[in-house]
T-cell receptor, first 116, second 111 residues
Framework: NAGVTQTPKFQVLKTGQSMTLQCAQD?????MSWYRQDPGMGLRLIHY???????DQGEVPNGYNVSRSTTEDFPLRLLSAAPSQTSVYFC???????????????FGAGSRLTVL | GESVGLHLPTLSVQEGDNSIINCAYS??????FIWYKQESGKGPQFIID?????DKRQGQRVTVLLNKTVKHLSLQIAATQPGDSAVYFC??????????FGQGTTLQVKP
């Protein structure tokens, strides 16, 4: 299993440009999520999905869109990039269940985005 | 308010010594705690977890202690090695399922 795969690893955008960060997992996890990580702010939840066709907002959703057309993929879209979106983005997934293991997120390696 | 925080942003230890990384949480409506390790340029990785009905859990070279009375969580790493150098996060999961990450403590291992 590859786990959680994110692409690209690095991206530089100009203000106003759009782009999509890709996330794919091969563990058949129902739950997928996107976090951003900024110095001094820790990991903050952007959007999440509990299954195909279902998405919901997290703590900092403004400026980002997501969709979940398949169980495997959960892309994050920036429609009009702003310098405040310069960050490291992590995709994470977990299986759904009532046991404690269902809360353990598997993270991707991250995508470092710079918006000029 | 809700917060999960670590006491020290940076901890420096000598190789071979034991490390103790602390985490304080403010919300007692929590069911489950996780420690993650994040190496430079990588995503966080699961280390060990503990449920709120336990006060200690041991893994390979790591032990997590939970003190619900003072809302304190700690991660102990025995015989710290250079490969242990990383940022360590605690995460708290409420009964509602909400997950909150702490800020992180950077562990530096001196040779």
């Amino acid at each position: 299993n590859a786990g959680v795969t994110q692409t690209p690893k690095f991206q530089v955008l100009k203000t106003g440009q759009s782009m999509t960060l890709q996330c794919a997992q091969d563990m058949n996890h129902e739950y997928m999520s996107w976090y951003r990580q900024d110095p001094g702010m820790g990991l903050r939840l952007i959007h999440y999905s509990v299954g195909a066709g279902i998405t919901d907002q997290g703590e900092v959703p403004n400026g980002y869109n997501v969709s979940r057309s398949t169980t495997e993929d959960f892309p994050l879209r920036l429609l009009s990039a702003a310098p405040s979106q310069t960050s490291v983005y992590f995709c994470a997934s977990s299986y759904s269940g009532t046991d404690s293991g269902a809360n353990v997120l598997t993270f991707g390696a991250g995508s470092r985005l710079t918006v000029l | 308010g809700e917060s999960v925080g670590l006491h020290l942003p940076t901890l420096s230890v000598q190789e071979g010594d034991n490390s103790i990384i602390n985490c304080a949480y403010s919300n007692s409506a929590s069911d489950y705690f996780i420690w993650y390790k994040q190496e430079s340029g990588k995503g966080p990785q699961f280390i060990i977890d503990i449920r709120s009905n336990m006060d200690k859990r041991q893994g390979q070279r790591v032990t997590v202690l939970l003190n619900k009375t003072v809302k304190h969580l700690s991660l102990q790493i025995a015989a710290t090695q250079p490969g242990d150098s990383a940022v360590y996060f605690c995460a708290e999961i409420h009964l509602t399922g909400k997950l909150i990450f702490g800020q992180g403590t950077t562990l530096q291992v001196k040779p």
